[in-house]
């Protein structure tokens, strides 16, 4: 068999198959050598989802002739001033390979003008070189990429439809924005405007505007520095999630990225705040030394290697930790909007024949030992008492103090604490709330002396089948430092002869019997630490006050107060919403008086 070299245009081709694997990856090549070229504002106008054409048109500096013709040729590149800049990479890209590869399988067409020269174009279909002379265009470059892999069907009948390649485009753009809020971007598909931001924004109000508006009054800002390495960016409170994990936006030094490590992280610094299948809304940005980080992995860049991948995940997990305790009990506030519809008025109905108005009657001076005839017309109006209860406060509020969670007025349901604030009303999931608060003080035992135990007057057999049994034994001592006490009593039961006296009149059968059912599922997905916060979040969800259990008063208050010192409050272990409140408005609203 001889060995041959292959032509440059296969080569280019092959190259493209790695680069260009659709429409969004060349749009992203091309907006990152604009903002390589110093550009502050970009306009780009897709077609056919970006199949049909892709343009975009920038302010940086520009290319004479000679400049054009080079960057069209492989691994030319102006990013690079010396050989050993590989090691030291600051821009975004670098490889040389881009446009060369897009104009392989495209017809591509570069216009271009330096400041104070005449501008130039040249045009290249398919590898070959159609058309060149000058252009008359603005100080910048314009860059046209017409019928991507029209000429390469192998490529082009696996490609998505035209809908779903422009959403891939549209998230590159979203991205790229994010990273970089000096600059001014527009995005135009099939002539209709469809993403605008304008250059100077904040970092938070720019990732607000291009994931959701409602995450500007949800977030808390991320800040840490160590070691040479910044972490930066937009967190949502965890009451604020969403069901799939596509809005996660992560990037270093500048660059989009894709990494198992940094997700990996995002939901280890959210272990125990959310549910496994919600997500959070983040944008975070890594400044690492390029040192320290290889950039090089990947032939799209969209994958990064760390010199120091777990100081990188430590501090993530500590950064997005530290931010979201320095909220304390807050959570989303906004009342929903469907739960508010569901309010209406209902129609009142007529007063009973013979009965008499309610305020006439709560004016006579009844006597319930005396007979008479109003005694039994009473009943026929008066409803029966709902699920509710209040009952007078042992002690007023201290006058002149004011608690953000308010004045307990009462319980609804027995579920629901109802409270006063200045502000508006607050209302209380008491068992979501009260799971929330023994978890932290489970916590807070683990790292003093640990979780002190409760020893069984009678020891309580729970039968399990034989699997789950062995789990439980496996992690008996883990289990003991959290204050349970378990051995193996036969094949398929197991023995306990202590509870963490935290969790007071447990369910052993049902607390034992959950912990095997979570060990089931995560045990071998999750590292010691995860499985620790597992353990510690079903104890604390059987420890809690129960929905149905009449509070008093007193205890309303309590947990109220509790609340408002204990960090990570506003949300249950699921990432449920502990609280929410209705305000003076909100109120107003339902009866019409706004």
């Known amino acids: 068999m001889s060995i041959r070299r292959l032509p440059e245009h296969l080569v280019n081709r092959i190259a493209a198959g790695e680069v260009v694997e659709r429409p969004a990856s060349a749009l992203k090549e091309i907006v990152e050598n604009a903002l390589d070229a110093g550009a502050t504002r970009l306009a780009i106008r897709l077609s056919g989802g970006g199949l049909d054409r892709i343009e975009v048109s920038d302010d940086g500096c520009g290319m004479d002739s000679a400049d054009m013709a080079l960057a069209l040729e492989r691994h030319a590149t102006s990013k690079m001033p010396d ?54 265009l603005p100080p910048g470059t314009r860059v046209t990429v017409e019928q991507l892999f029209a000429k390469v069907p192998a490529r082009r009948k696996f490609l998505r439809s035209a809908k779903a390649e422009y959403a891939a485009c549209l998230d590159i753009i979203r991205r790229l924005a994010m990273a970089h809020p000096a600059v001014a971007f527009a995005l135009e598909h099939d002539g209709r405007r469809t993403l605008g931001v304008q250059a100077g924004e904040a970092r938070e109000e720019r990732v607000a505007a291009l994931t959701d ?25 965890p009451t604020y999630n969403r069901g799939v994990g596509d809005h996660q936006y992560l990037f270093v030094n500048g660059r989009p990225v894709k990494d198992r490590l940094l997700i990996g992280a ?94 006439e009657a709560a004016s006579v001076n009844y006597n319930p030992l005396a007979s008479s005839s109003f005694g039994d017309r009473r009943s026929s109006f008066l409803t029966p008492p709902p699920q509710a209860r209040a009952e007078p406060a042992a002690a007023p509020a201290p006058e002149g103090q004011s608690f953000p969670l308010g004045v307990a007025r009462g319980q609804v349901a027995r579920t629901y604490i109802v409270a006063e604030a ?112 597992l353990v510690a979040a079903t104890m604390a969800c059987h420890g809690s006050v129960r929905a149905g259990r009449v509070l008093s008063v007193a205890e309303m208050n309590a947990l109220l107060r509790e609340m408002e010192v204990t960090p990570r409050s506003g949300q249950c272990n699921h990432g449920r919403p502990t609280w929410v409140k209705l305000g003076h408005g909100d109120i107003e609203k339902l009866f019409g008086r706004k």
């Not at 279909?125 to 058309?131: E, F, I, K, P």
């Not at 280890?268 to 992995?297: E, K, Q």
Request: glycine share 8%.
């Open 422 to 533: 200045e502000d508006g009303l607050v209302i209380v999931d008491q068992h979501a709330a009260h799971e929330r608060l023994t978890l932290e003080r489970m916590r807070r035992a683990m790292e003093g002396q640990g979780v002190a135990s409760q020893a069984l007057l009678l020891p309580e057999v729970v039968e399990l089948e034989e699997p789950a049994c062995d789990r439980l034994e496996g992690r008996a001592a883990e289990l003991r430092d959290f204050g349970l006490e378990l051995e193996r009593f036969g094949p398929s039961a197991m023995l306990v002869r202590a509870v963490p006296a935290m969790l007071g009149q447990s369910d052993v059968q049902g607390l034992v019997t959950d912990l095997a059912d979570d060990l089931a599922a995560y045990d071998s997905a999750l590292s010691l630490k995860e499985r620790l916060d």
């Open 213 to 237: 508006r409602a995450l500007a009054d949800n977030h808390v800002i991320v800040s840490l520095e160590r070691e040479g390495v910044r972490l930066s960016g937009v967190a949502s409170i």
């Open 83 to 136: 050989d050993d800049a590989i090691e030291n990479v600051a821009t975004l890209g670098f490889r040389g390979e881009a446009l060369p590869s897009i104009a392989s399988v495209a017809r591509l067409t570069i216009d271009s003008r330096v400041a104070g020269a005449d501008g130039w174009s040249r045009t290249v279909d398919n590898g070959q070189l159609v058309a060149e002379g000058p252009a008359a």
């Open 266 to 359: 995002l939901r280890g610094a959210y272990a125990d705040m959310l549910a496994r299948d919600r997500h959070p809304v983040v944008a975070l940005f890594l400044d690492v030394p390029p040192l320290d980080v290889d950039v090089n992995v990947h032939p799209a860049k969209t994958e990064v290697r760390f010199r120091d991948p777990t100081m990188i995940r430590g501090m993530i997990v500590s950064g997005l930790r530290r931010a979201l305790d320095a909220e304390g009990f807050r959570a989303v506030q906004n009342a929903d909007p469907a739960a508010l519809s569901a309010w209406r008025a209902e129609p009142v109905s007529p007063t009973p024949i013979g009965a008499m108005p309610i305020f």
